[in-house]
């Protein structure tokens, strides 16, 4: 199978006020096949979120290569949906109204998206709050509803920036099997930044290990266990090895 995502190459500098030129990508090559669920794991500034933003279509300029589809990417597309580490709803609309705004910014069949946003809050768990305002919810529940916002155009691509790093920890692992099971359910492919290597290893089908200064990739593990995953899989000696693996590129640096 082709892949859907082909990186070839890719540098990104950035020029500080002072004139100084951070490194923030260099050379990077990475392929994604459809469906594929890939973590990036890497110490803080070895250029994770930007490798996102480039392939959001946030960051138009870059050198290298960029394809989607074979196509290159250099402006924002209803092919690429974008997680946040901060689910950022607007406090004023109810839930239903958020998970539908990036379809009323375009103005788009409302209709048609309505029934797509229900069956997405339904697909995870959300059904039935469909007016609550967003400080109605937990934290979980609202993170839950940024993933049907970033749905709700149907995008191929699926791009989430430490998406669960702000919640607590029993949460996040309930959070880690609720994705897995949409991942399954909806056949996306899913690029996913997290500084947890039990959380990468739990949901990844490779882990990208970047290092920074310049930004770049180490290494690219596979993690060939089978789905569904379950929590207590991770107990098992095969899951500990492939942890302490990706482990062992790390010292004293930011990645639990
Ligand atoms: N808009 C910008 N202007 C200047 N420098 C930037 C900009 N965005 C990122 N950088 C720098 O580029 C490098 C990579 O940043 P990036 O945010 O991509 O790293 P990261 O791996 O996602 O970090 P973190 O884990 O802390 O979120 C860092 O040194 C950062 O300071």
Sequence with gaps: MSPLIQIRKLSKNYSTKGGDITAALSLVDLDVAPGEFVALVGPSGCGKTTLLKILAGLVGEYRGEVLLNGKPVRKPSSEVGFVFQEPT???WRTILENILLPVELVNLDMKVY??????????????????KYPKELSGGMRQRAGICRALVRDPKVLLMDE???SLDAMTREFMNEELQRIWLDSGKTILFVTHSIPEAVFLADRVVIMSPRPGKISEIVPVNLPRPRQLSDMAHESTGEIMSHIRSHFSNARVI
Aim: negative net charge.
């Design 89 to 91: 709803l607007l406090p």
């Design 114 to 131: 309505r029934d797509r946003a229900l069956d997405l809050m339904a697909m995870t768990g959300l059904a039935g709050f469909e007016n």
């Design 163 to 165: 998406p669960f790093g």
